[in-house]
């Protein structure tokens, strides 16, 4: 396996009021020093996205966020991005999708969501740019998000099978990850999310940098035979999300986490007791473009 090279240094340094604390070699900034409930100033707002695009993974500690602040927080980046029909938000804030363990009584349910590698809304003609989510309410250990990046993976990658996933382009379907986890869509909700194709190796579109598009939502190689690609893509993500590109964030009270959907994998890692202990985030979507 060839390693990824480190392209920026660990040390914490202060811009635009803020400091940066990068939390791996591979991905991952804390962001010091500022109250999210507060709107950001035009130069503390232009650090955090140059973070953003350097680092892909930011986290905010100790911050308390209700939902509507949460939803001012997300749309000082751009627009905010609605949920499939099923995961629609609450009534009070339909852009605030609730991912949690607990039934409507409050009770834990044992069932942890999203535990797949996956990019979200990747069945979208224009998949999520960000993701923000943070906690309310932690189990005691465990419940981590893991952190894949795509362009350490592709990066890593001989010239010779980077050449031949040039031009590839893979279909994503809501309705076929669905049903690998047993659950049937119905007509309703496949003609809300149809099947839509992106390239295998992105780009960036701010960044420019080439990076593997994946996860669950990735159906087959268009073109190709549906088994077989599958076994490709298959083969792929597994060298995609080895431990070499993977970095993990173990939460605590008060994070909030935002994160760059076009180059990063995530998944929820249910290590803790989801029959005990409640977990329940508060996530919020950034609209992105269409792929190139
Ligand atoms: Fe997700």
Redesign the pocket.
């Known amino acids: 396996m060839l390693q990824h090279k480190s392209r920026y240094k660990t040390n914490t340094f202060i811009t635009g009021g803020i400091k940066i604390l990068p939390l791996s070699k591979l991905m991952g900034a804390e962001v010091i020093g500022v109250d999210l409930r507060k709107p950001l100033n035009k130069t503390t707002k232009a650090c955090i996205y140059e973070a953003f695009l350097k680092y892909q993974l930011l986290v905010f500690r100790n911050q308390d966020l209700n939902k509507s602040e949460q939803v001012s927080f997300t749309e000082q980046f751009g627009t905010l991005e609605r949920h499939t029909l099923t995961n629609k938000g609450q009534s009070d804030s339909p852009f605030v999708h609730i991912v949690t363990n607990l039934d409507e009584h409050g009770h834990p349910t044992g069932k942890v969501k999203?535990t797949l590698w996956?990019s979200?809304k990747s069945f979208r003609e224009a998949p999520s740019m960000a993701?923000l989510l943070h906690a309310k309410c932690l189990p005691p250990n465990g419940g981590d998000t893991c952190f894949a990046n795509m362009y350490a993976a592709y990066e890593a990658l001989p010239d010779e099978t980077q050449n031949e996933l040039k031009d590839k382009k893979v279909v994503h379907s809501w309705e076929l990850s669905r049903e690998n986890i047993g659950r049937k869509l119905s007509q309703k909700e496949i003609d809300d999310a149809p099947p839509m194709t992106h390239p295998l190796v992105r780009e960036h579109p701010e960044t420019r940098r080439k990076c593997l598009f994946l996860g669950m939502h990735a159906s087959h190689i268009e073109g190709q035979n549906i088994l077989k690609s599958r076994l490709k893509i298959e083969a792929l993500e597994k060298h995609a999300t080895n431990e070499n590109f993977i970095f993990r964030h173990r939460w605590r009270d008060g994070d909030l986490l935002m994160w760059d959907n076009r180059c990063l994998l995530?998944r929820a890692d249910p290590n803790f007791d989801a029959t005990q202990h409640p977990r329940v985030m508060h996530r919020t979507c950034l609209r992105g473009t269409p792929t190139i």
């Open positions: 999203s996956h979200d993701t995530h």
